[in-house]
């Protein structure tokens, strides 16, 4: 069982559409990260929320961090195909300098 | 600056062989993680290191051993490779702060038959 749910597993949409993808937790965390990953690639930073209630807006990318610090959402407006991704949330907890990745959303925008 | 690489890119291994990954960073930061992609399962962390000389076991560490004695380099070694660890590999950096940004490699696509 892993530390960080996220929902939904995979997502396939048509470009202009809106979506959500949720990230849950029972643990508390300190901050919390967005990834996008493509395929054969590495993870790359989107953002890092650190206040409970946060939100951090990053062009159609809008991310809120949950007022308990256990939960953060990922909502992109008017996705785009170049938005096609893995989408993976990543939380540190107060105790140690590990990084708990959630198990990952496969987006992917139909032209 | 190469940021993070990562030797080798894909390899074949039999059950019971050995080897070594190897991470290596320019960028002069201080922690270093091992982690491992399989489908459905996002990132798992494996091991990492909080500067040179020290090790720490993650999630998932059974079977696995590091080291980091330079630091710009950690290795993580396969003493008998097992098809439960056919996996992509990853190694990251970050500089200290668990606020800051961690920094993959390219992955390493690791085969057991």
């Known amino acids: 069982t892993q530390l960080l749910e996220q929902s939904p597993q995979f997502l396939s949409i048509q470009e202009g559409e809106n979506l959500t993808v949720y990230c849950n937790s029972s643990?508390?965390?300190?901050?919390l990260q967005w990834y996008r990953q493509e395929p054969g690639e590495g993870p790359v930073l989107l953002v890092t929320v650190v206040t409970g209630g946060e939100v951090k807006k990053l062009k159609r990318l809008t991310f809120q961090f949950g007022d308990a610090r256990k939960d953060s959402s990922l909502h992109i407006t008017a996705a785009q195909p170049g938005d096609t991704g893995l989408y993976l949330c990543?939380?540190?907890?107060?105790?140690?300098?590990?990084?708990?990745f959630g198990t990952g959303t496969s987006l992917t925008v139909i032209p | 600056n190469a940021g993070v690489t990562q030797t080798p890119k894909f390899r074949v291994l039999k059950t019971g062989q050995s080897m070594t990954l190897l991470c290596a960073q320019d960028m002069n930061h201080e922690y270093m993680y091992w982690y491992r992609q399989d489908p459905g399962m996002g990132l798992r962390l494996i091991h990492y290191s909080v500067g040179e000389g020290t090790t720490a076991k993650g999630e998932v560490p059974d079977g696995y051993n590091v080291s980091r004695l330079k630091k710009q380099n950690f290795l993580l070694g396969l003493e008998s490779a097992a098809p439960s660890q056919t996996s992509v590999y990853f190694c990251?950096?970050?500089?200290?702060?668990?606020?800051?940004?961690?920094?993959f490699g390219p992955g390493t696509r690791l085969l057991v038959l």
């Open positions: 990251a950096s970050r500089p200290t702060g668990p606020k800051e940004t961690q920094y």
């Open positions: 990543a939380g540190v907890r107060y105790t140690g300098n590990q990084f708990y």
């Open positions: 643990s508390v965390f300190s901050s």
